[in-house]
Nanobody, 117 residues
Framework: VQLQASGGGLAQPGGSLTLSCAAS???????????VGWYRQAPGKFRELVAE???????DYADFVKGRATISRDNAENTVSLHINSLKPEDTAVYYC?????????WGQGTQVTVSS
């Protein structure tokens, strides 16, 4: 697995969680040069961007998480994290971390997030 995601699970509406993703050693050389981010896919829906952070540390957020999410990266540790608060049931999905270069896209295995009371 080139990108290992963790931190998913069951959360209550209004709660928060943090997802983390660690790149494997084969991606270390390109990690700091790549855009890294998080996508999600709910049952019966297409995969959609949640947030992305560029090599310049510029961030982009989907409208549905703006003001509720913070993405960060640690180039020394080759990790990217996503913190979401004020969770909603519609945030329920499998969350995937991604690493994108000009030539290739790499994906993690996905981590399930379920928001339910």
């Amino acid at each position: 697995v080139q990108l290992q995601a963790s931190g998913g699970g069951l959360a209550q509406p209004g709660g928060s969680l943090t997802l983390s993703c660690a790149a494997s050693e084969i991606l270390f050389r390109i990690f700091r040069l790549s855009a890294v981010g998080w996508y999600r896919q709910a049952p019966g829906k297409f995969r959609e961007l949640v947030a992305e952070i560029k090599p310049t540390f510029r961030t982009d957020y989907a409208d549905f998480v703006k003001g509720r999410a913070t993405i960060s990266r640690d180039n020394a540790e080759n990790t990217v994290s996503l913190h979401i608060n004020s969770l909603k049931p519609e945030d329920t999905a499998v969350y995937y971390c991604s690493l994108k270069t000009a030539r290739d896209d790499y994906w993690g295995q996905g981590t399930q997030v379920t928001v339910s009371s």
